[in-house]
């Protein structure tokens, strides 16, 4: 909740004192990150408090959607060429054995590429499984590079399991969204349903460049050939993005909401929208499921798809969240299924339930917000939130206010990204200073406690644009602190 003490930051990686490389001792060459001293930190926090293991942000293809292109001026990312073998050596003692080990996937500053276009990918994943030989690892890949043997070896270092970025199954809509004319990918795809190599599929739906035909065939392609889940993103875009690229996001959404309805009814497969709707407003953490993975321990306990769950081991749960996470943690479950009765199934270690469900809140943070208002003694409270995150924060407003406190929830429009952009780790300090001023202009700077969403902002406390949080401390007589 406070200002990162210095003590709390891992000790930086010294670029300078790495080499690149190969087994055999050729010639080395110094790895060029000296230059930008804070990337080590960066490299150490992502696999560190995210499990994550950036290999590198070179790609082998060029996606029209990629946010890579439509950044503002000034925004901290870092590209970088594939890590040194030396370098991922030393990295991979400090990921955590208890948690999956992802590898292709981005949650720091760090813009991550195509994992297999790291010159070194085999042996580092051989690493991997050699250093934990338990741990689940995830790789997400747009499965170009992943050929027949290449799938087989992901077989051998089992468990693993594989996120395909498949946006396209028709060559034109390929060609269009990626620049990619090969059958490559869609070979990959057939090759780890008939190995049995467990992968997730995914589709970043354009349907204002493809048409919504090359969607609904895209999808069916991944259900037809093995994928145990596909999800559906909303493609997002900034005020940067090319006009052709943009569309009204509000009608693209819920029309991508009717279309996964649709579609996830006629399947056994389950197909979930990304951003996750809010549900209804009755109950808007009701803990319905989305979808069973078929085989699943949840499957073969005949849970199915529309079931609500309302308790876990006697547990009343009031949250999708808290319900899957129950499930997961515990080896065997008994659930209370409304209508149904009770229902319970075992599973092995490691193993997920395959129960499918849409995230909503997560109840830590609820206990998080509630308690910061109440250590603070605020009487009354402002909540900045992002627009997707406003809704669920007014369906918690009553436990907020428990202590006596009023509490007032704003949602924070993104201005310097813009266009579409309606997330939490995409507001700067300006967004919400900007947003901040509104409130104060309109109502008076009447509030005691000002509280900001964690996510916005990194380990020191800066934003996308490098500006900490606590500059927001001027523009209010009220204390501010954020909520991680």
């Known amino acids: 909740m406070n200002r990162p003490r210095q003590r709390d930051q891992p000790m930086p990686l010294r670029a300078d004192s790495y080499l690149a490389s190969d087994e055999e001792g050729a010639t080395a060459r110094p790895f060029e990150w000296r230059k930008c001293p804070v ?28 946010s890579n292109a439509q950044n503002p001026p000034g925004v901290e990312v870092f590209s970088v060429p594939p890590l040194p073998l030396p370098l991922v050596r030393r990295l991979i003692p400090f990921l955590n054995p208890r948690r999956k080990i992802i590898i292709g996937e981005a949650a720091s500053r760090i813009s991550e590429g195509e994992p297999l276009t790291h ?24 499965g170009k590079l992943l050929n027949r043997v290449g799938v087989e070896r992901l077989s051998e270092l089992q468990p693993v399991v594989v996120n395909l970025s498949l946006n396209s199954a028709t060559p034109s809509g390929r060609r269009i969204l990626m620049g990619d004319d090969s059958g490559s990918v869609l070979a990959a795809a057939s090759w780890m349903a008939e190995l049995g190599m467990p992968y997730h599929g995914s589709i970043v739906a354009c ?34 993005a ?7 996001p509000q009608e693209m959404y819920r029309r991508l909401q009717e279309f996964v309805e649709e579609e996830a009814a006629l399947s056994a497969t389950p197909l979930i929208l990304e951003p996750a709707p809010v549900g209804g407003d009755a109950e808007p953490f009701r803990a319905e499921v989305e979808g069973v993975i078929p085989g699943s321990p949840a499957a073969a306990a005949g849970i ?37 009765g009770r229902v319970s199934f075992r599973k092995g270690r490691g193993e997920a339930p395959g129960v499918v469900m849409n995230y909503d809140i997560d109840r830590d943070l609820v206990k998080r917000l509630a308690g910061a208002i109440a250590n603070n003694r605020a009487g009354n409270a402002l909540l900045l939130a992002s627009v997707w995150g406003r809704p669920r924060l ?25 266009g579409s952009i309606a997330s939490a780790g995409l507001l700067t300090l300006s967004d919400f200073r900007r947003a901040l001023n509104r409130v104060v202009e309109e109502e008076g700077d009447v509030f005691d406690l000002v509280l900001l969403p964690g996510i916005a902002f990194d380990r020191w406390g800066r934003d996308l644009l490098g500006r900490p949080w606590w500059e927001l401390r001027r523009c209010t007589r009220g204390k501010v602190d954020i909520v991680t």
Request: aromatic content about 10%; glycine content about 6%; proline content about 7%.
């Open 39 to 66: 990337l080590g930190v960066v490299l150490m926090q992502s696999v560190r408090y995210e499990n994550i293991l950036p290999l590198t942000s070179t790609c082998n293809l060029r996606c029209l959607f990629c």
């Open 304 to 340: 199915r798809r529309g079931d609500v769950i309302k308790r876990v081991r006697g547990k009343d749960v009031r949250s999708r969240v808290e319900a899957y996470r129950l499930l997961e943690r515990l080896r065997c479950p008994v659930l209370d299924i409304e209508g149904r």
């Open 119 to 142: 010159p070194e990918f085999w042996k580092i994943v051989e690493l991997v499984r050699k250093y934990y030989p338990y741990t689940p690892v995830q790789i997400t890949t747009n």
């Open 207 to 240: 349907p204002h460049l493809v048409g919504w035909g090359d969607i609904r065939r895209s999808w069916r392609f991944l259900r037809d050939n093995g994928a145990r889940t596909v999800r559906i993103f909303l493609p997002g875009f900034t005020r940067y």
């Open 394 to 418: 007014e369906s918690i407003l009553p436990e907020l206010c428990r202590s006596g406190a009023q509490v007032q929830i704003r949602a924070v429009p993104s201005v310097i990204f813009g």
């Open 242 to 248: 090319p006009r052709f690229l943009r569309f009204p």
